[in-house]
Every structure is written in structure tokens, then in C-alpha cells.
Nanobody, 121 residues
Framework: QVQFVESGGGLVQFGGSLRLACVASGRSFSAPAMGWFRRASGKEREFVAGIGRYAGPYYGDSVKDRFTASKNNAWNTIYLQMNSLKPDDTAVYYC???????????????WGQGTQVTVSS
């Protein structure tokens, strides 16, 4: 069974930065791509960024030019560097495997607890 553990969230002021990390274990190690998602209170889960095991990152429109996804060489940890944060970025952030590189669909329903990001105005 796959497991994801997210960390790095917190409270930050408008314009600030945070770096999230996601450690994956289990069958997700073989996933061709991993992604970051977020869910704001009262809203649907939203795709934020994806990154391939052998390919670079891509982003949702709302975070382009502000967020940067990266990975470690072992392909068991991905990161999300978030700059120029805005109150609209307030959400619980999750990671998961993706169905395929370049897509924004989670490969399974094995969501972790996520990490809360709160941006004050």
C-alpha cells in the first residue's frame, strides 16, 4: 500500500515563502509522476504541480511562475517551493502519484493527512 507524508506547512504573511516536502513509500515508488494538490475550505481538490520521475515539473495556472516542484534522486521525496504566497493559496496541501506524466489526475485514493498552509493578508 502506498503512503504519503507531507510536511512544511505553516502560517506565513502575504508575499512570503514556504517549502513543502512529501515522502512517498510503497508502490508509489514506481509511479511515473508525482503531484501536489490542494484543497481550500469549501472547495474541490485542485491540482497544483506535477513532476516526472525522468522529466521536469509542470504547473496549474494559478501557481505558475510562483511555485517550483522538485524531487530527490531516489524518487521517494518531492518538494514544492512556494514563493509570493497569497491568501488564495491558503489550503491543505497533499501529494500523490499521478496517472501519467503531464496529467493532473491522482493515481489512487491513498491520500495522506496533508499539510496546512495559511497565508495572512
Amino acid at each position: 500500500q502506498v503512503q504519503f507524508v507531507e510536511s512544511g506547512g505553516g502560517l506565513v504573511q502575504f508575499g512570503g515563502s514556504l517549502r513543502l516536502a512529501c515522502v512517498a513509500s510503497g508502490r508509489s515508488f514506481s509511479a511515473p509522476a508525482m503531484g501536489w494538490f490542494r484543497r481550500a475550505s469549501g472547495k474541490e481538490r485542485e491540482f497544483v504541480a506535477g513532476i516526472g520521475r525522468y522529466a521536469g515539473p509542470y504547473y496549474g495556472d494559478s501557481v505558475k511562475d510562483r511555485f517550483t516542484a522538485s524531487k530527490n534522486n531516489a524518487w521517494n521525496t518531492i518538494y514544492l517551493q512556494m514563493n509570493s504566497l497569497k491568501p488564495d493559496d491558503t489550503a491543505v496541501y497533499y501529494c500523490n502519484a499521478l496517472t501519467s506524466y503531464g496529467l493532473a489526475n491522482a493515481a489512487n485514493d491513498y491520500w495522506g493527512q496533508g499539510t496546512q498552509v495559511t497565508v495572512s493578508s
